[in-house]
């Protein structure tokens, strides 16, 4: 699999997390992708600090990113409805 062409456009949308996990990005499934597919998923999302992670430490860093990122958004919803 070519990945730095694949995962060129990548963006949180793509990620399929469910109930805090990582299931997928895009049609890959997250078990499937090695190390270096996660460090460039990582990258495409601006994602620093990961270079010497691991595989299982960068999911975690995904998800917990994903979450802050809903959150924030949910509350700047709220201030835009007051």
Do not use: P
Not at 39 to 53: D, H, M, R, T, Y
Not at 55 to 61: G, S
């Amino acid at each position: 699999m070519e990945t730095t062409r694949q995962f060129d456009n990548l963006t949180w949308a793509d990620l399929s997390i469910i109930e805090d996990e990582l299931k997928a990005v895009w049609e890959f499934d997250v078990k499937s992708l090695k190390y270096r597919d996660l460090w460039i998923v990582c990258s495409q999302l601006n994602i620093k600090g990961v270079k010497s992670s691991t595989r299982e430490q960068m999911i975690k860093k995904l998800v917990s990113l994903h979450q802050f990122k809903v959150s924030t958004t949910k509350f700047q919803r709220c201030l835009i409805l007051q």
